[in-house]
C-alpha cells in the first residue's frame, strides 16, 4: 500500500525557476524522506526530515514538514536541466518498512 | 564506496518461465531490500533481510517469488513461473543499519519484460 502521495503528478518549469513539490501521508511518522531518480537508474537519497523537526536545508533543497497536516513539501531552488527527474516522498513508520508514493515527475526546460 | 551492484540489467522472459536476479550490496550493509517499481509507479517493498534473516516479507507473492540472502550478504530474487503483470523494474537496495535513520542506497534495477 502506499502511504505519501506526491502532488502534482507531474511539473515542468524553466531552468532557473523554484520547483516545489508536495507529499501527503496518513498514519504518524517517524521520519520522511525524499528521493530522486533519474531515467532508467535507481532512487537516489536526497534528504531525511524527522518527526520533530520543521525544516531541513540541503545546498539548493529546502523540505518542510507539517505532522499536524501529515505534510511535507520539498523545494528546489533555482533549478538546472540536470534537476530532470522523478520525486519520491517516502515514510517510515517507527521500525517498519520505508513506503514510497507515486512521485512527481519534474521536467526542466532549457 | 562501490554502490549497489544488480544483474542483469534487462531481462525478457515469456510467460510461466522462471527468473532469477542477483544483488550485491555495499559492504558491511546489514539490511538489503528488494522492491518492485511498475513504470509509473513509485517503489513496492517485496521483502526485507537483516544480515540474512527476512524481516518483512508481508507484500512478497510467495506463491511465485522467493528470495534469499546468502550468508547475509548477495541476495536473489526469483520469480517461477512468471506472469505478464510481473513486468516491472526490480530494485535492491541496501542500507547500514535497520535504524530509521537509515537512508536506502539502490542499485540500478533490472528491467523484465515478460511477454
Known amino acids: 500500500s502506499q502511504q505519501g502521495e506526491e502532488d502534482p503528478q507531474a511539473l515542468s518549469i524553466q531552468e532557473g525557476e523554484n520547483a516545489t513539490m508536495n507529499c501527503s501521508y496518513k498514519?504518524?511518522?517517524?521520519?520522511l524522506q525524499w528521493y530522486r531518480q533519474n531515467s532508467g537508474r535507481g532512487l537516489v537519497h536526497l534528504i531525511l526530515?524527522?518527526?520533530?523537526?520543521r525544516e531541513k536545508h540541503s545546498g539548493r533543497l529546502r523540505v518542510t514538514l507539517d505532522t499536524s497536516k501529515k505534510s511535507s513539501s520539498l523545494l528546489i531552488t533555482a533549478s538546472r536541466a540536470a534537476d530532470t527527474a522523478s520525486y519520491f516522498c517516502a515514510t517510515r513508520q517507527g521500525a517498519q518498512k520505508l513506503v514510497f508514493g507515486q512521485g512527481t515527475r519534474l521536467t526542466i526546460n532549457p | 564506496e562501490a554502490g549497489v551492484a544488480q544483474s542483469p540489467r534487462y531481462k525478457i522472459i515469456e510467460k510461466r518461465q522462471s527468473v532469477a536476479f542477483w544483488c550485491n550490496p555495499i559492504s558491511g550493509h546489514a539490511t538489503l531490500y528488494w522492491y518492485q517499481q511498475i513504470l509509473g509507479q513509485g517503489p513496492k517493498l517485496l521483502i526485507q533481510f537483516q544480515n540474512n534473516g527476512v524481516v518483512d516479507d508481508s507484500q512478497l507473492p510467495k506463491d511465485r517469488f522467493s528470495a534469499e540472502r546468502l550468508k547475509g550478504v548477495d541476495s536473489t530474487l526469483k520469480i517461477q513461473p512468471a506472469k505478464l503483470e510481473d513486468s516491472a523494474v526490480y530494485l535492491c537496495?541496501?542500507?547500514?543499519?535497520?535504524?530509521?535513520?537509515?537512508?536506502?542506497?539502490f542499485g540500478n534495477g533490472t528491467r523484465l519484460t515478460v511477454t
Open positions: 498514519t504518524s511518522i517517524n521520519n
Open positions: 537496495a541496501s542500507s547500514s543499519l535497520t535504524g530509521v535513520g537509515s537512508p536506502l542506497h
Open positions: 526530515i524527522r518527526s520533530n523537526e
